[in-house]
């Protein structure tokens, strides 16, 4: 327990000290005034809270300070942490229990940590006594491939693959295929890395999971949109043009532990209402966690 608490706090320590750490010092004992709302306003938006986001923290903010009369700063503390968490979702992971296998669909653009996401979910649901197996779909990069599989040897947990540029909808399909006959509980399929802005692209996902659902219907059960946490704002944009191709059913926030915008989850979530699901802490396959927002608010706000 102390220790998964300590990773949420050394995995947001560069969010907090580069913002939300900084609310600390705004409600002092002065007393609430435009300055107040000022500073939260621009703490709130280099965080990457986004604009929409810290426009309505803030009215509501200023809401409750005018029905409870309050007027010393240190008193707001509670309600920010509460105006940030309801800003959260709390909707509960998918249950794959009734699927075997079960299929998850990994995507997002270039680099943001899908294969390192796989290795970790591949190593949760291992934990979890379940049989895992990796299927190779990015067949676009040359080194794709034995990435997943050194993880893979690692872990021990089988991975299909294809030749070098051959069609990753194929390899999904054998991937499914093969899970299938060797009754695996869980198929993570890998992809390859795509710009959202690249429609042929885009249009190939799309195949792929058409193909998932020809090889075994009813799958993809989880198609999970990996996104950095480092991007900010541009993340959104990237979800928007990744639910647009297939239907998204939760997020993966990585690299969060690199980031100083790990503010832009409260924007992803009021803006999208997709739920972010597990966020990665590190790069080490122990370092995801399922996303649990009274860690993630507890931990952006306190050094405790
Ligand atoms: N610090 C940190 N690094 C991460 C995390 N997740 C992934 N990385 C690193 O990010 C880099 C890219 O990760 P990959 O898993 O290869 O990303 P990808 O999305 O598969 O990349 P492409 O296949 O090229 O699209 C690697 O150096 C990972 O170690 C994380 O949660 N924290
Ligand atoms: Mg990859």
Redesign the pocket.
């Known amino acids: 327990m102390v220790e998964i608490f300590n990773k949420w706090k050394q995995g947001l320590d560069r969010t907090r000290r580069a913002t939300f750490g900084r609310i600390a010092s705004i409600i002092g004992t002065s007393d609430v005034n435009e300055d107040t709302w000022e500073e939260l306003e621009t703490i709130l938006i280099q965080a990457d809270v986004g604009m929409n986001t810290t426009r309505s923290i803030i009215s509501s903010l200023k809401n409750i300070v005018h029905e409870e009369g309050i007027t010393r700063s240190s008193d707001l503390q509670e309600h920010i942490q509460a105006e940030l968490l309801r800003r959260l979702d709390t909707a509960p992971f998918i249950d794959l229990n009734p699927y075997k296998p079960a299929v998850i669909l990994l995507v ?10 796989a290795a970790k979910l591949g190593k949760i649901y291992q934990n979890a006594g379940k049989k895992v197996l990796f299927g190779a779909a ?1 067949t676009f ?1 040359a080194a ?1 491939t034995d ?1 997943l599989q050194i993880w893979g040897d690692r872990l021990n947990i089988p991975v299909i693959s294809g030749q070098s540029n051959s069609d990753p909808g194929a390899v999904a399909y054998d991937a499914i295929q093969s899970a299938v006959s060797h009754r695996m509980d869980i198929a993570i399929i ?1 992809t ?2 795509r710009l959202h802005s690249r429609s042929n692209l885009m249009e190939e996902l799309k195949k792929v999971y058409r193909v998932c659902g020809k090889s075994l219907p009813g799958s993809p059960h989880a198609v999970l949109l ?1 996104l950095d946490a480092t991007t900010g704002q541009n993340a959104l944009i990237q979800a928007r043009s990744f639910r647009d191709a297939v239907n998204i059913n939760g997020i993966i926030l ?5 980031s100083a915008r790990g503010g832009m989850a409260f924007a992803i979530q009021e803006e999208l209402s997709i739920p972010i699901m597990y966020a ?4 080490k396959p122990e ?2 966690e399922p996303f649990d927002r009274n860690k993630f608010v507890e931990n952006l706000l306190t050094q405790r």
């Open positions: 997002g653009v270039n680099g943001s940590g899908k294969t390192t996401t990015d990069r794709a990435q890998d390859a890395g990996v990585s690299k969060l532990d690199s990665g802490l590190g790069e370092d995801l």
